[in-house]
């Protein structure tokens, strides 16, 4: 059994912070505005949607400091254990002069009511600090989770452009500052085991928390608390206990081999992007379009497919692509396929203290085409209505030898369009034959209506969207691209 700790310990700019009594549901914002009275952060939406309350999260990856722009109003205070919280108070000079990314603001006139301006400001800071000359697709994704609604983005787009010409990251003050802070930081992962009041466990390692999750299997287990901080500001639910994991560096292992990549449960989409568009590059697209990058940062891989949402973005082309996950309870382990993960709603295939410890995708074989649609009310930032995940090897004779198909949105969980499939495989991949097959859909759905679509919407793009792939694979289309071998 690890040590034991009593206190969550970290660094808020340049004060060193250890709190022995803190709720689990005690908000990263929260402690910032009520406790330290550090107000430049803001609370627009409480549910980590319009970025008013951005702030950067750094924390060690091997020897390196890594800075993550996150939503505080979703983050938990218990989830912060040895890493460098910066708001944006802490960029102004102590003689009252303005950061490059604030006096550019300033000069390219990108405030007006000065609400959302702290957010946009410090998720501008850390795409400068990644990138000092960014592309202008690079400034608008880095914003995606930004929004405003007074002066437009054309002037804070200026701004994100001219940070450089007020100075260059190497010599920004706080850069020496972060180098310095990781000795203390590294200090604080000293491998004790964090516990406080029976409401809050930040384990000392992956077998640590294996050990505390078998003996606690009540307990609400909190990665990225993209959706489990809405439980907490929406509908105001009590989730403790809780153990953190977000910090484990076990559960951020990304493996990959000649015929598979393997994604461990804490790895976010931020991440897992370099690996998934390098070895799937369909799924780029779909990447950039999951939620802002605040979220894309704290949001995680296994969290995603862990909660059994019937919308989430991942599983659907996980389904299609043949991933398998790999589950654990203390010491034992066990494989299954992730379509047979999610049994119902609000219900999968994962006993009392056992958890999703990764998931591993084959790599889609040479030939095969593969494509995944999601479709929202926005382009930016929204859930999806549905997505849906299509896959099929067409034979030299143009004969449909293999095909899947899953849907999110759809079902009560993801779920595959096993009618769909068995009318096409076998079948000459032509038009006649997916027409013949379309009607097939309502064999294998019955979608709800709800504040997304309605149940006839939902069917006829489902339809729509296998006749826009078979389009897209006979060279109709721009946005389908074909493995190789």
């Given amino acids: 059994m690890a040590e034991i700790a009593n206190a969550i310990r970290f660094i808020l700019n340049d004060e060193e912070i250890a709190l022995t009594d803190v709720a689990a549901d005690t908000t990263l914002l929260d402690f910032l505005r009520l406790e330290k009275r550090l107000r430049g952060s803001k609370e627009g939406c409480a549910e980590g949607d319009c970025g008013a309350c ?6 060690l990856a091997g020897d390196e400091m890594i800075y993550d722009s996150v939503t505080a109003c979703i983050r938990f205070v218990g989830s912060l254990h040895g890493t460098h919280v910066v708001t944006v108070e802490h960029l102004r000079a102590k003689d009252g002069t303005l950061h490059p990314v604030q006096q550019a603001m300033v000069d390219q ?21 990644r990138d000092p000359h960014p592309s202008q697709p690079a400034i608008e994704k880095a914003l995606q989770g930004n929004l405003c609604r007074c002066t437009g983005y054309a002037p804070i787009i200026r701004a994100a452009k ?15 500052e972060r180098i310095a802070l990781k000795g203390k930081i590294k200090a604080i992962h000293d491998g004790r085991r964090v516990e406080i009041a029976d409401q809050i466990i930040v384990p000392a390692s992956l077998d640590d928390f294996a050990a505390v999750y078998e003996a606690n299997p009540g307990a609400t287990i909190v990665a990225g608390s993209t959706d489990v901080g809405l439980w907490v500001t929406k509908f ?16 951020k292992r990304i493996a ?10 804490g790895v976010s989409y931020s991440e897992a992007l370099p690996s998934i568009a390098a070895n799937f590059p369909q799924l780029s697209e779909l990447w950039d379009r999951i939620a802002g990058e605040q979220i894309r940062n704290m949001g995680t891989i296994g969290g995603n497919i862990a909660n059994g949402s019937p919308i989430g973005d991942t599983p659907p082309p996980l389904i299609a692509l043949g991933a398998r996950l790999h589950l654990r309870r203390g010491e034992h382990r066990r494989e299954i396929k992730l379509e047979d993960y999610f049994l119902a709603y609000g219900k999968q295939d994962r006993q009392p203290g056992e958890f999703v410890e990764s998931v591993t995708i084959p790599y889609l074989p040479a030939g095969e085409h593969f494509a995944t649609y999601k479709i929202s009310k926005r382009r930016e930032e929204d859930i999806s209505a549905l997505c849906g995940a299509f896959r099929v090897f067409v034979s030299d004779a143009g004969v449909v030898g293999m095909v899947r198909i899953a ?79």
């Avoid at 951005?54 to 924390?59: E, K, N």
């Avoid at 990959?256 to 449960?265: F, G, I, K, V």
């Avoid at 694979?473 to 190789?484: D, P």
């Fill in 54 to 59: 951005t702030v950067l999260v750094g924390r």
């Fill in 109 to 129: 006139h990108g405030s007006q009511c000065g609400f959302c301006t702290p957010g946009f400001v410090m998720s501008l800071y850390g795409l400068w600090m």
């Fill in 162 to 176: 001219a940070i450089s010409s007020y100075g260059a990251p190497e010599a920004d003050p706080l850069r020496a």
């Fill in 236 to 251: 105001m639910r009590r989730i403790g206990p809780v153990i953190f994991i977000g910090h484990l560096q076990e559960l």
């Fill in 256 to 265: 990959e081999n000649d015929s598979e990549l393997r994604l461990y449960a």
């Fill in 407 to 485: 849907f999110g949105g759809m079902a009560a969980t993801p779920k595959r369009a096993k009618a769909v499939e068995a009318a096409l495989v076998g079948k000459p991949w032509t038009l006649e034959t997916v027409e013949a097959a379309i009607g097939t859909f309502a064999e294998d759905y019955q979608p709800i209506s709800d504040m997304r679509a309605s149940a006839e919407y939902r069917l006829l793009t489902a339809q729509n969207l296998l006749l826009r792939f078979f389009h897209e694979t006979n060279g109709h289309g721009q946005r389908l691209r074909r493995a190789v071998a």
